[in-house]
């Protein structure tokens, strides 16, 4: 009885196969591509959160401003961006979304944003000026 093995049944016996074949593996580009650059806005920039102010900044050099939104529900910050971009052949759509929940003592009426020519987009937040003062008693005299 004749057993063929099959030179797709694992990938050291396929790889073997193929120099065999070819003379050297001739990898998809996309195997060794840096796979990275494919996760746009995949991750918060700088975060600062002290004692006057929190802000957040966020590459977003992929996007127009007009395809990006910022929401705020109570504490949570929603930013997303999302682009179409048509040609001959097809189109592309890239999009993201992240969501932060702001600090118990952001003063949320204030929040801004801004966005640099580098595609930094920068919301800020100020923390709400502590409410408590001293209260001086004053005598009153009866007449």
């Known amino acids: 009885m004749l057993l063929l093995r099959s030179p797709f049944s694992d990938s050291s016996v396929l790889d073997h196969f193929l120099d065999e074949m070819n003379g050297s593996v001739q990898l998809p580009y996309w195997r060794d591509a840096d796979h ?27 996007f127009k401003p007009e395809d990006l939104k910022i929401q ?49 987009l920068q919301i800020e937040a100020p923390k709400k000026t502590n409410t408590s003062r001293s209260i001086p008693i004053n005598f009153v005299a009866k007449h």
């Open 36 to 62: 990275n650059s494919f996760r746009f806005s995949d991750t918060i920039g700088a975060i600062v959160n002290n004692d006057n102010t929190f802000s957040v900044q966020v590459d977003v050099s992929h």
């Open 72 to 120: 705020l529900d109570g504490r949570e910050l929603k930013i997303e961006g999302s682009q179409e971009t048509k040609s001959d052949h097809g189109f592309t759509k890239r999009s993201f979304s992240k969501m932060i929940l702001l600090p118990e003592d952001a003063d949320l009426s204030s929040v801004k944003s801004a966005i640099s020519n580098e595609g930094k």
